[in-house]
């Protein structure tokens, strides 16, 4: 009720169409233009990883939204017009695996000058579209620390997987 109330209907639009930076759709087309992009260039490892995340990640939260069956905020106004369950936000879990796994590709494939940038870039991604979805009152604000929370486990999980086939992988 607090983010009705008293945030501005200006910050809340704005929050609306920011919110659109984690919807499936789009981490869909990223994922492939991605995937692509790291097997045309030889990062097959990269490539399979990547795909494994984000598909990956899709599986976990609906599994995670049938098991729990939290119903959405209940509100007379809002941006956002959603359906589904709520718990955990599949549009905060999505971004903390998508635009996480592109910050540590980051962090492998760039030159070291842009790195940080990219790890920056990648977080403040994550961290706005997570509050987007409060703002525009499609979840509670535990509805999202959970998909972070879900999130950030699989891309950790994704991460050490990579991390492990690089450094352990057999002769080709």
């Known amino acids: 009720r607090a983010v009705g109330t008293?945030?501005?209907a200006g910050v809340r639009e704005m929050f609306s169409w920011l919110t659109h930076v984690g919807d499936?759709?789009?981490?869909?087309?990223l994922c492939t233009?991605?995937?692509?992009?790291?097997?045309l260039r030889e990062h097959r490892g990269f490539a399979v990883g990547w795909v494994?995340?984000?598909?990956?990640?899709?599986?976990l939260n609906h599994t995670l939204k049938l098991?729990?069956?939290r119903t959405r905020p209940v509100h007379d106004f809002g941006v956002a017009q959603v359906s589904g369950y709520s718990f955990p936000s599949g549009h905060s879990s999505g971004a903390m695996v998508l635009y996480?796994?592109?910050?540590?590709?980051g962090l492998r494939m760039l030159s070291p000058r842009w790195r940080?940038?990219?790890?920056m870039a990648a977080t403040a991604v994550v961290i706005t579209?997570?509050?987007?979805r409060i703002f525009v009152r499609a979840h509670f604000p535990s509805d999202v620390l959970a998909g972070l929370c879900s999130g950030g486990a699989w891309l950790a999980i994704c991460i050490a997987s990579i991390e492990y086939a690089r450094h352990h992988r057999g002769p080709r």
Request: charged share 0%; glycine share 10%; aromatic share 10%.
């Open 6 to 8: 008293y945030t501005p």
């Open 24 to 29: 499936p759709i789009v981490a869909v087309l």
């Open 33 to 39: 233009v991605v995937a692509v992009a790291l097997w």
């Open 52 to 59: 494994a995340a984000v598909v990956g990640n899709a599986g």
């Open 67 to 69: 098991i729990f069956e």
């Open 100 to 105: 996480g796994m592109l910050g540590y590709l």
């Open 116 to 119: 940080v940038p990219s790890v």
């Open 129 to 132: 579209v997570a509050c987007s």
